[in-house]
């Protein structure tokens, strides 16, 4: 009963190729992350979806499009891979409301760019 | 510009030790100040947060002390464990809607 899976765990891929990660939570939360962490360990902030609406979007590639076909799923394609995009990708998952909550965050899927 | 500022980068402290890792921030409008533990291969978890309206929080052996004037807030941990090792991240947030991360410490408690 995992709260926040990924898939897949490892990902590795030649250079301008199209590849998509998943991300599943099942705690019912109503917003999800997708953070980008570097070979330095830097946790940056890609996008955020609220009731699969987008409401963060920070300064990524447009090579990376995410998807929330509904509010416990949100994916994350990257099209035209380039070395630079070799990183661990996590998910992430919280509810907002009139409490801060805690995110929880996915087992990561580190991807390698060849 | 980095949002949150974490010191250090890494830190080795013997077992029974106290381990302090320090961050500040500039936008005062954060409201909510987390901490967060990584174990290789695993994905960041929730140790303990703090909001702005208390100076200090403590939960076990891990106590965040917040300075609100001077911007500042640092975990501690007592009688650090070799099961404590691991990369520790501050973070801060405002409304909880977008969390801003520093850039880790990585500890290691010798036994």
């Known amino acids: 009963d995992t709260a926040v899976s990924q898939t897949p765990k490892y990902l590795v891929t030649q250079m301008g190729n199209d590849k998509s990660i998943k991300c599943e939570q099942n705690?019912?939360?109503?917003?999800m992350y997708w953070y980008k962490q570097d070979s330095k360990k830097f946790l940056k902030i890609m996008f955020s979806?609220?009731?699969?609406?987008?409401?963060i979007n920070e300064t990524v590639p447009n090579r990376f499009s995410p998807k929330s076909p509904d509010k416990a799923h949100l994916n994350l394609h990257i099209n035209s891979l380039e070395l630079g995009d070799s990183a661990v990708y996590f998910c992430?998952?919280?509810?907002?409301?009139?409490?801060?909550?805690?995110?929880?965050f996915g087992p990561g899927t580190r991807l390698t760019v060849l | 510009q980095q949002q949150v500022k974490q010191s250090p980068q890494s830190l080795i402290v013997q077992k029974g030790g106290i381990s302090i890792i320090n961050c500040a921030y500039e936008?005062?409008?954060?409201?909510?100040f987390p901490w967060y533990q990584q174990f290789p291969g695993k994905g960041p978890a929730l140790l303990i947060a703090?909001?702005?309206?208390?100076s200090e929080k403590k939960e076990g052996r891990f106590t965040i002390s917040f300075n609100k004037s001077a911007k500042q807030f640092s975990l501690h941990i007592m009688d650090s464990q070799p099961g404590d090792s691991a990369t520790y991240f501050c973070?801060?947030?405002?409304?909880?809607?977008?969390?801003?991360f520093g850039t880790g410490t990585s500890l290691t408690v010798i036994p």
């Open positions: 992430a998952s919280r509810e907002t409301g009139t409490a801060i909550s805690e995110q929880f």
């Open positions: 705690l019912g939360h109503d917003t």
């Open positions: 979806y609220n009731n699969k609406e987008l409401i």
């Open positions: 936008n005062t409008a954060f409201d909510y």
């Open positions: 703090i909001r702005p309206d208390v």
């Open positions: 973070a801060a947030s405002w409304s909880g809607n977008q969390f801003y």
